[in-house]
């Protein structure tokens, strides 16, 4: 007769070999699901070597023609143009509406703050239109463009245009007289915008030279010696 003390410990004994039996059972298989995949095993990419970028070389500016004076080169046009020392430069990304270009590349003569606003007593820009036209045409359209974008409702003169030759380009160069109603006394009414426009490889170039004549002001306007001089500093990106 099996007393209870020695079949309680049969079956404690018995319940210890299924846990175990069925423990390694499962280890068993589970090694055997890992040894008989027959997919692709991936293993984890190395890390990627740490390589240094190359340097950023910046390509320096053309000396500047006229003593002091500020070397623009506008990607945008292709072409390189300079400003007295005491204008201040546009940023890279700003544009302005030129009639049937863009312009950019820009730099003004003395801004100054009126009545909330900014003003400036002079601007510089120039554009690309990828049509090769007449450049007496696109020069008379630049500055029209501009006359009608910056004064209300102008009356706009133009000027015959005038052959020029740069670095080997035919172009003209065409003068507008505006003259517009001022809407107060920080506004122009008067001003002179002259354009010089290249036919080039890739389609038509312009640069813009804006002056208001009168309004607050004035007497820093850029003279017409100093525009002629800023255009004299026109010529190709090279």
Sequence with gaps: MTRPNARRNALITVLLLVIVVGGGTAAVLLLARGADRTGPTTTAAPPPEKTTPPPVTTKPLPPARNPGWQVIVN???GLVYEVPGSWTLGGTRM?????VLSLSGLAAARPFQCDGAEFVRGEVGSGRMVRRDDPAVV???VAEGAAKSN?????VELSPPT???VDGLAGATVVADVSSSAPSPCHASKARITVLALTVPNGTVAVKVEVPEDGKDAQFSPSAEDVRKILDTVRQLS
Excluded: C, F, N, Q
């Design 163 to 165: 052959p020029v030759a």
């Design 151 to 155: 004064y209300p409702s102008p009356t």
């Design 75 to 77: 990607h945008d046009s």
């Design 95 to 99: 544009a302005r509406p030129g009639g």
């Design 139 to 141: 020069a008379a359209a």
